[in-house]
């Protein structure tokens, strides 16, 4: 059964073998033993300093797309890289496990937070300048966010989850709200667009409306209860919640009020002809996908299992999942497991009996907004294309995911 | 009538704060420090389509062109700005009155805006170089590279003036953007 089970049950594994090692007293491994039968983790500085999960849970992330450009590359250079989400439990991504995206292919920059600072001008009243102590003076808020890259789209080469939805990540995000930072400036009037900026070596930089500016994006210094990782953005970067994951701009170093959108090249890559594909930019949507079962995992035999997904829309917050276990003819309300906050992952559960007999199990959503997650069919209807393997749809594609259980127990992209 | 009162009682509180801003607002908290004008200009590389950010400066194609070969482009775009490992520079061949989409994703020629090819030479090239180039390299390079694609004559000069009055095939080809307001649905009538 794919890295799930082995993962779950190695865990109780160690767990049980070091409580027994706890009743035998003991601290050094005893001679003879093998790995798995429950030697110690000797303590080291290191590890007394910055904790390391147990050698058995091995869930990597993978370079995306499969086969694609591969990451690190010969000269260091990172592009995009996937969350293995079908290891994923609760809402949280780990900061080390959370899907890296970049423009083009990046050296991460290696920045002192002591010389960072994060430039806010244009129009506005007072140009400022905020070092990273400045931003941690000024009142913080809290909150969980999903990114999802717009590429994120399950094709049907692809096996496993991560390699069909990998591209989208929840941390807890801390920083100072945009408008904080606006008001101190004092935008003028009427002001309809900001540029924000990065201090990578390209420079990354995306226009996006005041609207959004002023509503809920975040300058964040914070991730999962430390600071930001180098590889999303260290020491500081803007989160645009519910945006497509190329606005949340890395190593945030300049905001620009300006009077237009500014057609950087990031914009420009984003441009599109079709008046129906750029309607549907910027916000994502309602959007699920069940992380177990899901391709390439095997159940071992008919009974209870439960099965578990993620949830999310750029609309704001989850309010409804559904799972089907028949291939989308009866759809049975999921539990949504914790708070469903807006625009992050929420997850959900829902248990099912299998009979052994094949069959599809599918999610999908509908957030606050009452937008629901479409089906593949729909999609392929709106943007006219065939539903077939060849389905290619242009832009962002939240399409309802299905995974197909074989009498074997073994589950395929049912995309395939 | 009653959505034109709801709907005026919901901007009613907009409106009260147009008015007041009127007036400037101060700081709230009096954190940051105000950068100098040599501070700003340093890091105000986002050039606008109307221009007004870019550096004195010029160059024409066929400097472009020497440049193109000194600073090692042809290395990754090819010789010719075609067939190296980095994306071709080179419309595709084609009917002269046909959608400039049809030309390819191709920078100098898919730009609805000239500005965006000289901002992202100077902000992103050469590779492990960024940042390198003169003004005058980069106006240099961007005039190669919309004289190979046809966009303007070899002897135009382009400097700050010239530049943003470039007129990109694609200037009116691409979609609205989408009317981005909180709490909406992406596309009203929509599935998703």
Not at chain 1, 130 to 137: A, I, N, P, Y
Not at chain 1, 199 to 221: F, N, T
Not at chain 2, 62 to 81: F, I, N, S, T
Not at chain 2, 115 to 139: C, K
């Amino acid at each position: 059964m794919g890295s799930k089970q082995p993962g779950r049950r190695g865990f109780l594994k160690s767990a049980a073998a070091v409580a027994g090692g706890l009743t035998l007293g003991s601290v050094e491994p005893a001679l003879g033993q093998t790995p798995e039968s429950g030697t110690f983790i000797k303590g080291n500085d290191e590890l007394v300093a910055y904790g390391e999960r147990s050698r058995f849970v091995t869930s990597v992330r993978i370079q995306h797309p499969p086969g694609g450009r591969p990451s690190p590359d010969g000269f260091g250079k990172v592009f995009h890289v996937a969350a293995p989400l079908q290891d994923s439990v609760g809402m949280i991504t780990p900061s080390s496990l959370h899907f890296v995206g970049t423009t083009r292919g990046s050296f991460i920059p290696d920045i002192d937070p002591r010389e960072h600072r994060l430039m806010i001008h244009g129009m506005v009243d007072r140009p400022l300048t905020f070092t990273m102590e400045d931003l941690k003076r000024l009142p913080s808020v809290t909150r969980p966010h999903f990114i999802e890259c717009a590429g994120n789209r399950s094709r049907p080469q692809h096996k496993t989850v991560q390699e069909t939805h990998g591209m989208t990540s929840c941390a807890e995000w801390t920083g100072v709200l945009l408008s904080v930072l606006l008001k101190e400036a004092g935008v003028k009037g009427g002001a309809p667009w900001i540029v924000a900026e990065g201090a990578e070596e390209v420079k990354g930089a995306s226009s996006i409306p005041m609207a959004k500016a002023m509503d809920d994006c975040l300058v964040c210094y914070g991730m999962n209860g430390e600071a930001v990782r180098p590889q999303q953005g260290f020491p500081l970067r803007l989160l645009v919640p519910g945006f497509e994951g190329i606005f949340n701009s890395k190593y945030l170093r300049r905001i620009k009020v300006v009077d237009r959108y500014y057609m950087t090249y990031n914009d420009y890559g984003h441009l599109t002809q079709d008046p129906k594909n750029a309607a549907l930019g910027y916000q994502i949507g309602p959007k699920s996908v069940i992380t177990f079962p899901s391709g390439d995992q095997q159940l071992p035999g008919r009974g209870f299992y439960e099965i578990t997904g993620l949830a999310w829309s750029g609309g704001g917050a989850i309010r409804r999942v559904e799972v089907s276990t028949d291939g989308g003819r009866r759809w049975m309300d999921a539990e949504i497991r914790g708070t469903a906050y807006r625009m992050a992952h929420t997850r959900f559960s829902f248990n099912w009996n299998w009979d052994g007999n094949e069959t599809e199990l599918l999610s999908r959503c509908t957030d606050e907004l009452g937008q629901v997650q479409p089906s593949r069919a729909q999609v392929a209807e709106f943007f006219d294309v065939p539903l077939d393997p060849s389905y290619r749809v242009p832009g962002r594609d939240n399409s309802i995911q299905p995974w197909r259980v074989a009498s074997d127990g073994s589950v395929h992209n049912g995309n395939a | 009538m009653g959505v034109f009162t709801m709907e005026m009682l919901r901007l009613l509180p907009f409106l009260m704060l147009l008015g007041s801003s009127a007036l400037a607002q101060s700081p709230t908290y009096g954190v940051g420090s105000t950068p100098s004008e040599e501070e700003i200009r340093a890091w105000d590389i986002s050039i606008s389509p109307t221009g007004q950010e870019l550096p004195p400066g010029r160059g024409t194609a066929k400097e472009g062109a020497l440049v193109y070969l000194q600073k090692g482009c042809a290395a990754c775009h090819g010789a010719a700005g075609e067939g190296g490992m980095a994306p071709t520079l080179l419309k595709k061949q084609a009917e002269p009155d046909i959608d400039p989409w049809q030309l390819g994703r191709v920078l100098p020629i898919r730009s609805p805006y000239a500005t965006t090819v000289w901002d992202y030479i100077n902000r992103a090239m050469p590779l492990n170089g960024e940042g390198t180039l003169t003004a005058d390299e980069v106006y240099a390079l961007t005039a190669f590279l919309l004289h190979k694609n046809e966009v303007i004559p070899e002897d135009e000069v382009l400097d700050a003036q010239s530049l943003p009055k470039v007129k990109m095939p694609n200037r009116e080809g691409f979609a609205p953007l989408p009317d981005w307001k909180p709490g909406k649905p992406r596309l009203q009538g929509y599935p998703y």
